[in-house]
């Protein structure tokens, strides 16, 4: 009777045991498509079929778990170059929000601006005449010094040393003023011409009827940072399309790499293979709410020239020019 209890016992662990080793194999059903649009049901997936996106099935048939599909080295790389971009958006739009904050803090009106602006001008030329008087002073004793020089040749002697030295080192310095003279020139304007702007800037802010100063500064920093880094975003699905459209020309008008990849989401030419070549590339990005916008990307040869190249303001033209590229395109315009 015993044995008998025993073998009952045995024989109900056996069944019990399988049954959950049954229930554990029937939880691990994976299902996926290949790339030739096959379906696969297993509960193994082979090494060769994992970089498919794949579903893991209850015993119900119930999605539990999705492994997406495993992303190729172009879509890595777009990866990182949508995280450089979102940084650089993001801090385009800080910086932005925080300029006219101090704008709209710092003066009361247009006219406390313009004044600030012609002080400002006023001591910088001051600066200017400063240095001009330097020069004029140092060629006047250049000049002294080589009529002493002129002087020393038609008595037949030779300049002496001392003089000739003189003589360098006042035309060094006139060199040097000039320098000087040429770099507060050229501050002077960048000044002027950022307070001009800011001008401009700060009677956007405070000139419009219906939205306040601080809720148009944060609207348009985000337009700002998508003219400077080459975004548009766009209005609805049949926008997109004649967006994406406009884009293949822009690609094809600027790039002078040939033509590598063309999807529904990657535009992309070939990689730059010398100093003077640029390579543009479209993405097409999902921001959610059905919303999708495309992403300028330039890139040039890593190289000394080609980094010097990517800094120009020929590459920031045609990033800038991106957005209304684009928009002329939808509407139905050419292009300038």
């Known amino acids: 009777m015993q044995d008998r209890t025993f073998s009952i016992s045995l024989l109900l662990f056996i069944v019990c045991g399988l049954t959950a080793v049954q229930a554990a194999h029937a939880k691990k059903m994976y299902r996926w498509v290949d790339e030739n649009g096959k379906t696969f049901l297993s509960d193994q997936v082979p090494p060769e079929q994992v970089q498919h996106r794949r579903e893991k099935l209850s015993e119900n048939g119930l999605v539990v778990e999705v492994t997406e599909k495993a992303k190729t080295q172009e879509q890595i790389a777009l990866d990182r170059r949508l995280n450089t971009l979102r940084k650089a958006q993001e801090e385009i739009i800080a910086k932005q929000k925080v300029n006219d904050k101090v704008l709209l803090s710092a003066f009361r009106n247009v006219n406390d601006m313009q004044e600030s602006l012609k002080k400002k001008m006023h001591a910088m030329d001051s600066q200017i005449m400063i240095l001009h008087s330097n020069k004029l002073r140092a060629e006047t004793a250049l000049e002294n010094q ?191």
């Open 146 to 336: 080589l009529k002493r020089a002129a002087s020393h040749e038609r008595s037949g002697e030779k300049t002496p040393a001392v003089l000739t030295e003189e003589i360098n080192k006042a035309k060094a310095q006139i060199k040097e003023v000039e320098a000087e003279i040429e770099k507060q020139e050229g501050k002077k304007r960048h000044v002027k011409s950022a307070f001009e702007a800011d001008i401009e800037r700060y009677k956007f802010l405070t000139h419009s009827d219906t939205e306040e100063p601080q809720e148009l500064s944060d609207r348009t920093a985000e337009m700002k940072a998508a003219v400077e880094l080459g975004l548009y975003l766009c209005g609805s699905p049949a926008q997109c399309a004649k967006a994406w459209e406009s884009a293949h020309q822009f690609v094809r008008t600027f790039s002078t790499t040939p033509p590598d990849i063309d999807n529904e989401k990657l535009l992309m030419t070939a990689e730059p293979q010398a100093d003077a070549d640029l390579s543009l590339s479209v993405s097409k990005i999902d921001m959610g709410n059905s919303q999708q916008q495309l992403f300028l990307d330039v890139r040039c040869r890593q190289s000394s020239l080609g980094a010097e190249l990517c800094a120009s303001d020929k590459v920031r033209d045609i990033r800038t020019s991106f957005r209304s590229y684009i928009e002329n395109g939808v509407a139905g315009r050419v292009p300038n």
